[in-house]
């Protein structure tokens, strides 16, 4: 009977002190597997010694106290998201110009339109504006491609 007691008593500290899913650390994770390797090694010891409840009980207490220590000093992997943390924009015909002034190379600029599926309804005085400002052919014929 007090094999039952002893158990449950771990299972319940090691149910309290495993933490929340928000926790930035492994203590949850480490304190459960510590309870649970103290545990085995103590019942082990405590057989040896003709003391097993004991032996139980001590050895997950410490086991559980020394992982939840060691699992404090490490910290969780992000969980890893397939999307961009911010939606890419459509890129504007001021930056466009901006870039250009700023010496970007045309083909720089079509990746960025193509990354961004930007899309582009160009009037004719749209495309005389880009021209004035030095946009080269390439980048226009390529914002024109877009629609």
């Keep these: 009977m007090r ?3 002893s158990l449950l008593f771990i299972a319940v500290f090691m149910f309290v002190v495993s933490g929340c899913a928000d926790n930035q650390t492994r203590v949850g994770e480490g304190a459960a ?9 103590g019942g082990i010891i405590g ?3 003709h003391s097993d409840v004991a032996g139980v009980l001590i050895g997950g207490a410490v086991g559980a ?20 943390a911010q939606p890419i924009s459509q890129i ?18 079509i990746s960025r339109i ?3 599926h ?13 021209r004035r400002q030095e946009v080269s052919e390439r980048v226009i014929e390529s914002m024109q491609a877009t629609r």
């Design 65 to 84: 106290a020394s992982g939840a220590v060691i699992g404090s000093q490490i910290p969780k992997q992000p969980q890893y998201t397939p999307y961009p």
């Design 118 to 130: 930007s899309n582009y309804a160009l009037t004719a005085d749209d495309i005389n504006y880009l």
């Design 3 to 5: 094999q039952i007691y």
């Design 114 to 116: 193509r990354i961004t």
């Design 92 to 109: 504007t015909m001021q930056q466009i110009v901006d870039w250009t002034r700023q010496g970007i190379s045309s083909d720089e600029i």
């Design 47 to 49: 057989h040896q010694t």
């Design 33 to 41: 597997l510590g309870g649970i390797l103290g545990a085995g090694a």
